[in-house]
């Protein structure tokens, strides 16, 4: 019988930041176990668009984001979206947005979160040299491209901050664009390719990290809902769900749009919206092919090739989680792709459309480290926009907070009881 020498942990949760945790802590000699509330291949982490995002070291909560916000609420087909509720979660969150969308509040954060993308980046790049996993890595760059002079403007901006962080960024004009992709037509004034970000496919990810730690002894459990946790003084010492009682020395929360109600069990506020998003894929039949992930900035659409096809996603429609597909916000993302390429006459994607919710805390920052209230629990969330790209550094954090070793990068900002406990 195989040794833990660390003990038994239950992870929460088995999208990205449970299965990178996993990875990390069965390495590390613990006898891990993942609880999770649905099957292990439906969450968030399978149909978003796969990108790793130094680029992203501005947080969601940001000046400008409110007066865009507002301007869109009125377009059904548009990429960002509150659905307007009268509900105090949704009240209480746009409250602290508002709090923290402005310039000081972008500048405190965007060197940390610059960091935890690097590092998980990094990371991503370690995995996919281990044996039994292939899950087309691609570190060649994201083309933020654009059309209009206001939208170069503020993104030529942009990538002078990016610069000034020593992100490896350059401003291209349209036929410099136009060079990088020559399978297919471009219309676009230009673009910003942002050199230090990447692309992979994240169902083979995540089923092959499923394999990997099925081979290495982790047990699933799936459909098995958290419910409660029983505590004395500062220890979790079970997790109660509908399937039994699960004792542990250590427990990892993540839970990705659901934590707030996780953590709600715990008396530590995490808030959260989820962001709604859709994508599908693209059969391109072997031709027209792209050799960039890329993000059409005015439409707020993400373009990553993947699996032989293509992806198209995007919207942020913030509020209640429901399971409607707004068809007008899908088809806001069909009608934009012609105007960046216009070879690309995209049907109406019936019965194809995928939609995860982002887990969106209203400072745009991640839920990351150890409980102050339960020592031997850490939580990992609240990735939001990044959270298939943080998803590695995640789970080594995990790691190496229980293990008691040094942090490689700065997380004193990302506290998860920052918001109260
Ligand atoms: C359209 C779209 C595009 C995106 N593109 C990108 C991108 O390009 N790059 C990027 O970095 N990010 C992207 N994201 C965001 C990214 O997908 C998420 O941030 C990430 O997948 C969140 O991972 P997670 O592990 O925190 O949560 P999830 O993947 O949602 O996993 C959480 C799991 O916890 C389980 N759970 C919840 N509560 C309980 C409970 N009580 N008991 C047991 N189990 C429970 C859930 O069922 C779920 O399986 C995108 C998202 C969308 C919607």
Redesign the pocket.
Known sequence: MKEHKRGTIVV???????LASAYYLVKDGWEVKI????E?D????Y???????PSHFTPLAAPGMVAQGIKWMFNSKSPFYVRPALNPRLVDWGLKFLKHANRSHVDKYATALRDLNLYSSRLYDELSLEDGFNFELEQNGILMMYKSSQMKHEEVELAHRAQDLGLDVEVLEGEAVKALEPNLKLDVLGAVLYRCDGKLCPPKLMQQLIQYLKTAGVLFFEK????KFVTVANTIKAAI?DKGTFDADAFVV?????LP??MSKLRVSTPLLP?????FMYDTKGEKKLNHAALLLEARV?V?PMNGQIRF???MELGVANDKIYENRVRGIVESIPKYYPELQVEYPKNKIW?????CSPDGLPYLGKLKKYGNTIV??G?????????PAFGKIVCDLLADREIEAGIAGFKPDRFGS
Request: net charge neutral.
């Open positions: 929460i949760g088995a999208g990205i930041a449970g609880l999770e509330k649905n292990v439906n969450n968030c982490s149909g978003n668009a796969g990108m790793i995002v098995t809902e958290v419910h769900t993540t839970g990705g749009a659901y109600e996780l962001g709604k998003g859709y994508s993400a990553t996603s995007g919207t939609y995860g919710y982002r887990p990992a969330g990735g939001g926009m990044m959270g298939l790209s943080l998803g």
